[in-house]
C-alpha cells in the first residue's frame, strides 16, 4: 500500500538508506573523527575557491571508491553501514535463538529476520507462498470482486490502482482523515511513462523486459509473457497522463481537496467505493482528502474501458514485482536487474545477511529500534544535541528579528512559530503496541503481508480518535532527521547523532557544521515553500501578511535560478522540484553558524590543522555531503530526489553566503600566519556576484 502523504513527513534530511549499504570494510570507526580536520581527507591540489567540496573531499573521494553492490558510497553509507553491523549482531543473536517467548519482540524482529536468512526454504518454495493470492486474483469475475481484491492487495502491500491511507488533515491538524490519491504506477515518475527523450525511452524497453520476465516466471509462455508485459505498461501509461508531476506535487494547496465521500462517489462511479471499505475494515468514511481528483476520475473511467481480464493481469504482475525480492533467488534477482542494475548502475546484490538486516529493519523498524537503543543509546549524546537545539532556535530567532524583508507582526509569528516546535530526540517515549501482529517462521512474504496488514489497520483505527502526537515517522536506527509541518516537530533519530554529524568529544566548531546544520535544516522545513503555508499547530492556514510573502517568494526564485543552473551529465538539477530542500540547507547553515558564534563568545576555540573554528564549521559541512555516485542512480535521483545532488548540497548554499567568503580571506586571517587563507574572486567556482546571490534569513 502507498501511502499518499503529500505534505507528511517527507521532510527529510536525505534519501532514506534503503537501498544503500555496503558489504565492505570502510572507516567506520567513530574514533577516527575525533577533534581532528580529517586532512587526509583534503585533495590539496584542488584549488578551495574552485570547487570547496573537492579540496575537502578529493582524497576521500579517491580512496573510497563505491562498492560494486552499493549506487552510492559517502558519509551517510559509511555510517550507516556501522549502524547495520550492530544490527547484525542482535539479530543473528534473536535470530539463533529458537526459544524466544511467543510474542516478544525477540521472537518477532528474530523470525522475520531467519524467514529472510533461509534460502533453501526460499528457493525450494519460489513462487508458490504467493499461489493463495494470485487465485483470489483469477477468481475476480465482476466490478465488486475486481475491486474486493484491489482493496486486499493495497491492504497487504502491492501498490494497485491508487493510493489510500490515514493521515493528519492538513487543515485540522488534531484530527486524521481518510486521504486518497495518484498510486498503482511502477516507474518512479509520470514523466517515466510519458517523455520522448532517449533514456525514457529506453527505461520502458527495460520495463518491458522487466514485466515478461515476471510473467515468464507465473508460468507463461514468452509469446503471451511479453503481451502482457504491453498491456501492463499501457494501463500504467494512461494512468500516468492523469497523474501529476513531481513538481506539481510540490503544490499543496492543489492537492488539498477535501469533500463529502458522496461527492466522491458521484465523479467514480464504477469504483464500487462499499466494497473497498468494507475490505479496508472502514466502517463510516463520510468525508474524504483527494490529492488528485483527475486521475480518480481516470481510473473510474478506466475501469470500464479496459478489459477485466487485462486488470487481472495488471494485478498479477503488480503482486509478483511487488514481492519479487522477498522470494527466490531468480526471483530476487530479476528484480535487483531491474531495480538495481538498470536503474541504479549497481553491480551486485548485497550479501543476503545485509539485505535481511537492512530488511528486517525497514519492515519492524520500532521493534529492532527497542534492542538497538537498549543497547547503544548515548545519554551523552541526546543531552549535548539537546543543548545544541536549543542553542539553534535561539540563532534562528537572532536571524528572524534581523531580516530587514519581513514586517514586525510576520516575524513575531514566526518566532512563536518555532517556540512551539516540538523536539523528539533519539527514540519515542512511547513505542507502538506489536501485540497484535504475528510473525511467524512460515515464509518471508507471508510475514511482509501481516506486517503490511497490521500497520494498515493501525492506521485505519485513528479514523475519528484524537491525533497522538507521541508517534514517530522514523526508527530510531536510521541515519536520517525530519520535520513534519502537521505536528511542526522537529525529529532526530538516535543514528545521527554520531559521526561525521556529531561527536561530544568533537570541538564545537565541527558539531556546528555537521549536526548543528542538520538541525537548523530541519527548523527551515518549517518555513521553505511548503512548511511556510502551516502555522505553529501545524494547520494549513495563512499567517504571512501578503507583502511578506511575495518578497519570500521572490527571494526563494534566486534560490531556484542557482541550483537550475548546476548540471550532472549534461542532466539540469530541477530548482523547482529541490527548493524546499536547497532553503533548508541554506537556511540551516546560516543559523548554525550564527549559533557557533554566539557558542564562541563563550567557549573560544583555537586554530587546529591550520583552520580557524569558522573555517572548520564550513570543512564539517562539506564533509558531511562527501560521496560517489553512480551515473544511473544519480540520473533518477535528479528526476526524483527532492535533494540536490551532493556536491551542490556542499557548496551551493557556501556561494551564497558572505560568512563563507569572509572566513577564509587573507584579511580576516592576516594576523594569524598559520591559518590556511585565499580570496574567492569572479571567475571563481564559489563565488557568485552579489546581484544573484540569495539570501533568505
Ligand atoms: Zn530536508
Request: proline content about 4%; some cysteine; glycine content about 6%.
Amino acid at each position: 500500500m502507498k501511502k499518499v502523504n503529500f505534505y507528511g513527513p517527507a521532510i527529510c534530511l536525505t534519501l532514506g538508506l534503503a537501498m544503500l549499504g555496503t558489504s565492505c570494510k570502510h572507516e567506520t570507526d567513530a574514533e577516527k573523527y575525533k577533534g581532528e580536520v580529517g586532512l587526509v581527507n583534503f585533495d590539496t591540489t584542488a584549488k578551495p575557491q574552485q570547487d570547496f567540496y573537492q579540496y575537502v573531499n578529493g582524497s576521500w573521494l579517491k580512496n573510497n571508491p563505491i562498492p560494486a553492490s552499493e549506487a552510492a558510497w559517502g558519509s551517510f553509507n559509511v555510517l550507516n553501514d556501522s549502524i547495520v553491523a550492530r544490527l547484525r549482531k542482535l539479530l543473528e543473536t534473536a535470530g539463533a535463538n529458537k526459544q524466544a517467548a511467543a510474542g516478544s519482540t525477540e521472537q518477532k524482529v528474530g523470525d522475520l529476520f531467519f524467514c529472510m536468512m533461509d534460502s533453501v526454504d526460499l528457493n525450494k518454495n519460489g513462487i508458490t507462498p504467493l499461489n493463495d493470492e494470485l487465485g483470489k486474483i483469477n477468481a475476480i469475475s465482476d466490478n465488486k470482486s475486481l475491486w474486493a481484491e484491489a482493496a486486499r492487495l493495497m491492504k497487504i502491500g502491492p501498490d494497485v490502482m491508487f493510493g489510500a491511507g490515514v493521515e493528519q488533515d492538513a487543515k485540522i491538524s488534531s484530527k486524521e482523515v481518510f486521504t486518497i490519491g495518484q498510486g498503482g504506477m511502477t516507474l518512479p515518475s509520470k514523466d517515466y511513462y510519458i517523455e520522448d527523450a532517449p533514456m525514457y525511452k529506453m527505461l520502458r524497453g527495460k520495463f518491458l523486459e522487466y514485466a515478461t520476465n515476471i510473467f515468464v516466471q507465473m508460468g507463461e509462455s514468452a509469446d503471451a509473457a511479453a503481451k502482457d508485459a504491453q498491456k501492463v505498461l499501457d494501463i500504467e501509461t494512461q494512468m500516468a497522463h492523469s497523474s501529476m508531476s513531481r513538481i506539481e506535487q510540490r503544490d499543496i494547496t492543489a492537492q488539498y481537496n477535501k469533500m463529502p465521500m458522496t461527492e466522491l462517489a458521484k465523479v467514480t462511479p464504477n469504483i464500487d467505493w462499499a466494497t473497498i471499505y468494507d475490505v479496508f475494515g472502514a466502517k463510516s468514511i463520510d468525508t474524504v482528502i483527494v490529492a488528485q481528483p483527475l486521475f480518480m476520475k481516470e481510473l473510474s473511467d478506466m475501469t470500464k474501458s479496459v478489459s477485466m481480464d487485462d486488470w487481472k493481469t495488471y494485478m498479477r504482475f503488480h503482486l509478483v514485482s511487488s514481492e519479487a525480492s522477498k522470494l527466490s533467488d531468480t526471483l530476487s534477482k530479476i528484480s535487483f536487474n531491474f531495480w538495481g542494475k538498470t536503474f541504479q548502475g549497481i553491480k551486485e546484490q548485497q550479501p543476503r545477511w545485509k539485505r535481511s538486516v537492512e530488511g528486517t529493519s525497514r519492515s519492524l523498524g520500532d521493534l529492532l529500534g527497542q534492542l538497538y537503543v537498549a543497547k547503544y543509546f548515548s545519554p551523552e549524546a541526546k543531552a549535548k544535541v539537546n543543548e545544541m537545539v536549543t542553542n539553534v532556535i535561539a540563532a534562528y530567532k537572532q536571524r528572524i528579528n534581523q531580516v530587514a524583508w519581513m514586517s514586525p507582526e510576520t516575524k513575531k509569528y514566526a518566532i512563536a512559530k518555532l517556540d512551539k516546535i516540538t523536539l523528539k530526540l533519539c527514540y519515542p517515549d512511547k513505542w507502538k503496541d506489536f501485540s497484535a501482529l504475528e510473525i511467524k517462521r512460515d515464509a518471508w512474504v507471508l510475514n511482509s503481508f501481516r506486517i503490511n496488514e497490521f500497520e494498515f489497520n493501525f492506521d485505519m483505527n485513528k479514523l475519528g480518535k484524537p491525533v497522538d502526537r507521541t508517534e514517530w515517522g522514523m526508527s530510531p536506527q536510521t541515519v536520517n532527521a525530519y520535520y513534519n509541518p502537521s505536528m511542526n516537530e522537529i525529529v532526530f533519530p538516535a543514528a545521527i547523532m554520531q559521526p561525521p554529524f556529531f561527536d561530544p568529544n568533537r570541538d564545537d566548531a565541527m558539531n556546528y557544521g555537521g549536526m548543528g546544520a542538520v538541525i537548523g535544516h530541519e527548523l527551515t522545513h518549517g518555513f521553505d515553500d511548503e512548511g511556510c503555508q502551516f502555522d505553529a499547530e501545524g494547520n494549513m492556514h495563512k499567517w504571512w501578511t501578503n507583502q511578506d510573502s511575495a518578497q519570500f517568494h521572490n527571494k526563494l526564485q534566486v534560490l531556484i535560478k542557482q541550483f537550475n543552473g548546476y548540471t550532472v551529465d549534461s542532466m539540469n538539477v530541477k530548482g523547482e522540484l529541490t527548493i524546499g530542500e536547497n532553503t533548508a540547507d541554506f537556511g540551516g547553515l546560516t543559523i548554525a553558524y550564527t549559533a557557533l558564534q554566539n557558542d564562541l563568545k563563550e567557549h573560544p576555540e583555537g586554530v587546529v590543522d591550520g583552520f580557524t573554528p569558522e573555517q572548520r564549521f564550513f570543512i564539517a559541512w562539506a564533509q558531511a555531503w562527501r560521496e560517489n555516485i553512480r551515473p544511473n542512480y544519480q540520473r533518477q535521483l535528479i528526476n526524483t530526489n527532492p535533494h540536490s545532488p551532493t556536491i551542490f548540497r556542499a557548496n551551493g548554499p557556501l556561494s551564497n553566503m558572505p560568512e563563507f567568503y569572509k572566513a577564509f580571506s587573507v584579511s580576516s586571517n592576516e594576523h594569524n600566519p598559520e591559518v590556511k587563507s585565499f580570496e574567492i574572486k569572479p571567475g571563481d567556482g564559489m563565488y557568485r556576484a552579489d546581484s544573484v546571490r540569495a539570501s533568505i534569513w
